[in-house]
């Protein structure tokens, strides 16, 4: 049971704190680079609303986010479930991969960024974070 349970736990963190790690870089990316004015972010209708005065500078800060999430939340999960698991990685790369999907069908963004995103940020980023740990 130990053995089953303890990677699970270690997934779950690691998707908390991958997640609080992404947040945190959409915050700070609003801070250094400001959003046009009339965007509202605050809201999926709103970003939806916004997309179309966003130059590629505010895309920068959301891939950071989301590769950087993926990579904390792998290498965490990994780590913390004792390497017991190669699994870890790939969950959290999978989980993330599918909310990322999601955004890309909730929220009209380029498409040079949406392949980039899906391509870079979640399964390559959770591979790396596997690896290092």
């Not at 939806?48 to 986010?65: E, I, R, S, T, Y």
């Not at 909310?99 to 963004?109: H, I, K, L, N, R």
């Amino acid at each position: 049971m130990k053995h089953t349970l303890h990677p699970i736990l270690a997934v779950i963190l690691g998707i908390v704190l991958g997640s609080l790690v992404n947040s945190s870089l959409i915050h700070v990316g609003e801070m250094l680079i400001p959003l046009p004015a009339g965007a509202d972010t605050t809201s999926t209708e709103g970003l939806v609303a916004a997309m179309k005065l966003f130059g590629p500078q505010h895309f920068v800060f959301p891939f950071l986010a989301h590769a950087v999430g993926t990579f904390v939340a792998a290498f965490l999960a990994y780590r913390l479930g004792r390497n017991v698991s190669a699994y870890a990685a790939y969950i959290i790369g999978g989980l993330f991969f599918a909310g990322g999907s999601m955004m890309v069908f909730m929220v009209p963004s380029p498409m040079w960024f949406n392949v980039l995103d899906l391509v870079v940020a979640y399964f390559p980023m959770a591979l790396l974070g596997k690896r290092l740990a």
